[in-house]
């Protein structure tokens, strides 16, 4: 069983496009988080959601919202996307109480923006 | 703001051999927590360790333990037997423990080569 999983895991698109990256935890966890992993694999947080509330907005562009419909989803919606976007998206999960056990991530997603 | 280092883009071992991989970070708390992330070809993040900063205990886990110098600020990774299984990035990460929905600070990791 798939613990955190994401949807798609490989995203091609062309400059301009609007796409959306699915994501879903089956651990019980109650916050959820998007990191970006840039060509030079440094990982940084995005976003994250702790009861579908929005916690944590880091310098992110608002051409990236995220929705979090409940608990288990945090989904990553992107307007306009750019050539800078093309990068791989992590989601991750913890228990906001139980932080010191780590997170845990999905697969994640790589977008190439041509 | 916190910050973490990992000063050896790559290292080298031969099989069955042990390695190190250093971590140093800078913090003005005094509760936290630290981690080592694997994270091979396959792009997964994977959790290796954890240590919590108020443990002055260093964590283990099989083949991998860590060397937590809290005053230093240093948190070091040690595979033991090193087996090609263990080719990776390696990520050390830090998380404020009074920050739980916060998202975690990493280095910029080390490249692990496995030389059988």
């Known amino acids: 069983d798939t613990a955190v999983s994401q949807t798609p895991k490989y995203l091609v698109t062309q400059m301009g496009n609007d796409k959306s990256i699915k994501c879903e935890q089956n651990l019980g966890h109650d916050t959820m988080y998007w990191y970006k992993q840039d060509s030079k694999k440094f990982l940084k947080i995005m976003f994250s959601?702790?009861?579908?509330?929005?916690?944590i907005n880091e310098t992110v562009p608002n051409r990236f919202s995220p929705k979090s419909p409940d608990k288990a989803h945090l989904n990553l919606h992107i307007n306009s996307l750019e050539l800078g976007d093309s990068a791989v998206y992590f989601c991750a999960s913890s228990h906001r109480r139980l932080a010191g056990e780590g997170q845990y991530f999905g697969p994640g997603t790589r977008l190439l923006v041509l | 703001a916190q910050t973490v280092t990992q000063s050896q883009p790559e290292m080298s071992v031969q099989e069955a051999e042990t390695v190190t991989l250093s971590c140093t970070y800078d913090?003005?708390?005094?509760?936290?927590?630290l981690f080592w992330y694997k994270q091979p070809p396959s792009r997964q993040m994977i959790l290796v360790i954890r240590?919590?900063?108020?443990?002055?205990q260093n964590a283990t886990e099989n083949r991998f333990s860590v060397n937590f110098q809290k005053a230093a600020k240093s948190f070091s990774l040690k595979i033991s037997d090193s087996q090609l299984g263990d080719a990776a990035m390696y990520f050390c990460?830090?998380?404020?423990?009074?920050?739980?929905?916060?998202?975690?600070?990493f280095g910029k990791g080390t490249h692990l080569i496995i030389q059988p």
């Open positions: 990460a830090y998380l404020y423990s009074g920050g739980g929905a916060d998202g975690l600070t």
């Open positions: 959601y702790n009861n579908k509330e929005l916690i």
């Open positions: 913090t003005s708390e005094s509760d936290y927590y």
């Open positions: 240590q919590e900063a108020y443990k002055q």
